[in-house]
């Protein structure tokens, strides 16, 4: 993949990923809105509700006052305002039907067909009655105008009409029955003054000016000041938030998971396109690395074909060990190939036993020493570990061995001094190995364990490598349950540690 094509897909998957989020914002704000809607209108349907009561409680205690002053006994305190209602509007029916009764009367109007002769008791007991029914009409009727008056232009003060007792209990109801059961301050307002006539909690004050959930008390009266039931909850985010919070939660997780999955994806494609440019620099390399080798062993065959050169003992032998020392190059170049498919399939197979690591390592020192004096280096061993035994595949924790002791030299630009410690910590033997070379960044230093991967040495082309050998010591340390890690500093040298379970 170019990287121009990179790019594209990277842009247009970040303005996927941009407008997804946006989406799931906007839904999210917009369920936050149609909740404080929601909550605004259930709470003014409560003060309504509460501010209607309190209206119909106060209608019903009128009646039942004017009753008990109409009839003048203690006793007609047990009427109550329904059945104090209920003869008001009898009373008020009565009247218009003997109204209209009294005008027809007043104006001579008698039906025809009316019986010519009626008895006369029964004209005399209308005659008699008739005033009493018009005065007990005139006197319900003066009453039900004097309630209206009362109710309708009421100028009582508001401390002897509402109950502030009477008021919290509805106003504590009516929000109950609509599921709001959080903390809340309230207290009745004078709006053109700006002062509460009652107030629950004078902290609140300037909470309640500020609200918007308010609704009119007594908004039937046709004179006098208005006042409004106010109320403000302090919790009222919290307690929205509650309600919301699992819808928003899944959302979160949701955008969360599918920006993992691009983040993933974009980290996944860039390592696999550094992967492919690394592969690219080992084919390459690698091939010219067995092109060397391939083409001195072919001119040493050439030469030995030549009578002269066979003639000559000396020039023989030269040729021929010519021709070994090739062969051999080719064989660690094959040895490597078989390492990087043995990484690549994990199938690095071990074989472990009981070794003393001590005994390992002067091996392996012996092995590569002849290599650190041809550049006139040395290398100190300093082993101070008491138990040495580990179960480990001999063959390969050599290896392991022999791939730092060569590291450490490949980058030690002048004479390489090479530092061999270990010493013990508890259950674990920690093998250190130190040189004084080149050293490495820190973003180096996360990747040197990467397959293929290369420490870059500027305008430096004398480090040979195909970038497998640390990758091939990662996978044998953790086949043998260790850990192995690096500490080092750009021009200060580097060092490694490789920690393996003792037996």
């Known amino acids: ?45 409560a003060l309504q509700t509460v501010s209607e009561k309190l209206e119909m409680q106060e209608t019903y205690a009128y009646m039942q006052k004017t009753m008990m002053a109409q009839q003048g006994t203690p006793g007609s305190s047990q009427t109550t305002g329904g059945s104090v209602f209920f003869e008001i509007s009898d009373s ?38 008739l005033p009493s029914e018009m005065q007990k009409v005139s006197n319900r009727s ?90 403000d909850f302090p919790e009222k985010s919290r307690f929205l938030l509650g309600k919301i919070w699992l819808t928003s939660a899944s959302s979160g997780v949701l955008v969360l998971v599918v920006m993992f999955c691009f983040g993933y994806a974009i980290r996944t494609i860039l390592r ?7 592969k690219t620099d080992f084919i390459n390399n690698m091939t010219h690395e067995l092109k060397t080798p391939i083409a001195t062993v072919g001119l040493a065959v050439e030469a030995l074909q030549d009578k002269d050169v066979r003639s000559a003992p000396t020039m023989g032998d030269r040729y021929l060990g010519m021709i070994q020392e090739e062969n051999t190059r080719l064989g660690h170049h094959v040895e490597k190939v078989l390492q990087m498919a043995a990484i690549e399939k994990n199938d690095l197979r071990m ?43 001999p063959s390969h924790l050599m290896n392991v061995v022999l791939n730092l002791l060569d590291n450490a030299n490949k980058y030690s630009p002048d004479a390489p001094s090479i530092t061999l410690r270990s010493e013990q910590r508890g259950k674990y033997i920690v093998l250190s190995v130190q040189d004084h070379g080149l050293g490495m960044s820190r973003e180096a230093a996360r990747q040197i364990f990467q397959k293929f991967y290369r ?23 953790d086949q043998h349950d260790g850990e192995i890690s690096v500490d080092s500093e750009l021009g200060r040298g580097s060092k490694f540690f490789v920690t393996l379970p003792l037996i």
Do not use: C
């Open 351 to 393: 074989k472990k036993e009981p070794i003393d690591l001590h005994e390992l390592i002067h091996d392996a020192v012996a092995k590569f020493s002849l290599q650190v004096e041809k550049r006139e280096g040395e290398i100190r061993t300093i082993l101070n570990a008491r138990d040495t035994m580990v179960a480990a595949d």
């Open 1 to 45: 993949m170019s990287r121009l094509s990179l790019r594209t897909v990277i842009l247009l998957m970040s303005l996927a990923l941009i407008g997804l989020v946006g989406f799931q914002l906007y839904w999210i704000d917009g369920v936050i809105r149609a909740q404080e809607q929601g909550f605004k209108k259930d709470v003014i349907e």
């Open 272 to 278: 696999q396109k550094k992967l492919s440019e690394m």
């Open 142 to 231: 003066n009453m039900v105008v004097t309630v209206l008056q009362e109710m309708l232009m009421s100028t009582r003060s508001l401390q002897t009409r509402l109950s502030p007792e009477f008021l919290d209990s509805l106003l504590a109801y009516e929000l109950k029955e609509r599921a709001i059961d959080i903390d809340y301050h309230y207290g009745v307002l004078v709006p053109h003054q700006d002062r509460f006539v009652y107030l629950a909690d004078d902290l609140e004050k300037d909470a309640l000016l500020n609200s918007e959930l308010r609704a009119s008390l007594f908004p039937n009266d046709l004179t006098g000041d208005f006042q409004y039931l106010v109320i």
């Open 455 to 477: 420490v870059p040495t500027g305008n430096r082309h004398d480090v040979k490598g195909f970038g497998l050998g640390l990758a091939y010591v990662k996978s044998v340390i």
């Open 92 to 129: 008020l029916f009565l009247s218009q039907q003997l109204s209209v009764s009294l005008n027809i009367m007043s104006r001579g109007s008698v039906s025809p067909q009316a019986p010519s002769t009626l008895p006369e008791q029964r004209m005399v007991a209308t005659d008699t009655q």
